[in-house]
Each structure stands twice: as structure tokens, then as C-alpha cells.
């Protein structure tokens, strides 16, 4: 009865959190538009619909590291600033989509063209399709079908998809990523929560390297290497700080408290 306490009062502190950031408790998102993201930048301007980026399409594909890192994409919509010329260059978007990395025995296809006919827009609408009905090449049902399931966020466990061998998403791309050599790995370690009675955070650096390695997380996000270094409240990570970079929008959401509090009392 105690422990059926302690998860009922982290609920309603969840709740109580979320509600704070906005007075309004937010609608939970459909699974295919978690992680969801509009690039408008330059887009409308030039004539363009925005730009719709599905996460879930790519983390399948790729690390987080991968792009966040080595491509160089900013952990926050539109602060990157992607123009077509970039892409063109072999930059951002570009790095892939370049019409010559293939991908399942497929190319990728290309994309941005400065010049470009009334018949290559329908190409640069597979990209620039908000608010328009474009047919893709992905379909989430069809792609997550195999995958092993969750209750959160996209409903997918990505973390257990990886390990079980039913993704494994590319970490190095040749002329853009460093190659590197392994590092130990750090042995997953207790955080002791605030909030008397709750369980414990138990993190795994094991989990996270195998997405994010060790450049994503460190020194932009967590600034030191030491446990204990880095002070953080819930607050601040439902604000959207430090574990919230990733988990409120991308990774599993913070709502699913037993992913991360999983020490018995």
C-alpha cells in the first residue's frame, strides 16, 4: 500500500509539473506525430510549404550522435538554420540526402535544387509537405510493425529494439564522422531522488552511449564527467534542461516515471 502511495503522489507531481510549465494540461500526441518536428526557417519564404521532419523515421535509421553531433543538427527546431544551399553543399540534410548514399538497396533521395522545374516540386515536396497531402515512402505502421512495444511516446521501445537486434542504426558516415576508438564503458550507478520515498534513478551509460555516445551529452548538457557534479531539479528537466533535452519530445517522455525510477523501494 505504501509503494502504491509513493507512484500515485509522483503522478499527480508529473501532472502538477506539466501543468506548470503552460496552465494547461497538454494533449498527448497521436504515436507517429511523437517527436514530430516543422522546419520553417527560409521554407514560406521562398515559396515553399515548411519542411515536416518525422524522428521516428530516422532514429530507426540512425543515432542521435550521428546527427546531433557529426552532422551538426542543434538539439532545438529551427535553430539550425538549414538552407537549401546548404544541402546542396553536402551539408545538414544534405549529408544523406545527396541522390547518392543508399540505404536497403536504395539511393536517397536528393534534396534541395537551387534551380528547379514545376515538376522536380513535387521531389521537394516529399520534404516541404505541411498541410499538404503527400504520399510517402515510409509508412509508421508498416515500419514499427515488428518492433517491440511500449506505452509511451512513439509506443515504441527504441532502447529494446537496438538491443535485440531489430534496428541497428548507422554511426559513422566516411568524410563527415571522426572514426573513434571504443571507450570503457561506465558501470550504470544509483541517483537518489529528492523526494522521500520514491525509487531511484538508475542511469545506464550503456543505453545512452549506444545513441548518443559520449560528445552529445557531454560537456553541452551535463558539464562535468563526475557524478554529482551537474545539479538538476524536476523542474528544470520538464523545463526542457539537462535529461528534458530528450526526453519530453524525442525519447521516451518524462510521464512514464518507471523507465527511469526503477530502484525497489
Request: aromatic share 10%; glycine share 10%.
Amino acid at each position: 500500500m505504501k509503494r502504491l502511495t509513493v507512484v500515485v503522489c509522483f503522478i499527480f507531481l508529473s501532472a502538477g509539473l506539466t501543468l506548470a510549465q503552460t496552465g494547461v494540461k497538454k494533449k498527448r500526441p497521436l504515436p507517429y506525430n511523437y517527436g514530430h518536428v516543422e522546419i520553417n526557417n527560409y521554407s514560406e519564404k521562398a515559396g515553399l510549404a515548411a519542411v515536416e521532419f518525422d524522428h521516428w523515421l530516422h532514429r530507426g535509421i540512425y543515432t542521435c550522435r550521428l546527427c546531433h553531433v557529426d552532422i551538426g543538427f542543434a538539439m532545438k527546431a529551427g535553430l539550425t538554420g538549414i538552407k537549401a544551399t546548404d544541402n546542396t553543399k553536402g551539408y545538414y540534410c544534405g549529408a544523406c540526402h545527396d541522390g547518392k548514399m543508399v540505404y536497403n538497396g536504395k539511393p536517397i533521395f536528393d534534396s534541395c535544387l537551387l534551380k528547379y522545374t514545376q515538376e522536380e516540386v513535387k521531389r521537394c515536396e516529399r520534404c516541404h509537405s505541411t498541410g499538404r497531402n503527400v504520399k510517402r515512402d515510409y509508412n509508421f505502421s508498416a515500419f514499427t510493425e515488428k518492433l517491440p512495444k511500449e506505452r509511451f511516446g512513439n509506443g515504441i521501445n527504441w532502447e529494446k529494439a537496438e538491443a535485440d537486434g531489430f534496428i541497428t542504426p548507422i554511426d559513422y558516415i566516411e568524410g563527415i564522422s571522426m572514426k573513434r576508438k571504443s571507450l570503457n564503458i561506465q558501470q550504470d550507478f544509483g541517483l537518489e531522488p529528492k523526494v522521500k520515498g520514491m525509487p531511484d534513478i538508475i542511469f545506464s551509460h550503456k543505453k545512452h552511449t549506444a545513441w548518443n555516445g559520449c560528445e552529445l551529452c557531454h560537456p553541452e548538457i551535463f558539464v562535468g564527467v563526475k557524478k554529482g557534479t551537474t545539479k538538476y531539479s524536476m523542474v528544470e528537466i520538464f523545463d526542457g534542461k539537462f535529461c528534458g533535452a530528450c526526453h519530453i519530445k524525442v525519447a521516451f517522455p518524462l510521464t512514464d516515471c518507471q523507465r527511469c525510477h526503477t530502484k525497489p523501494v
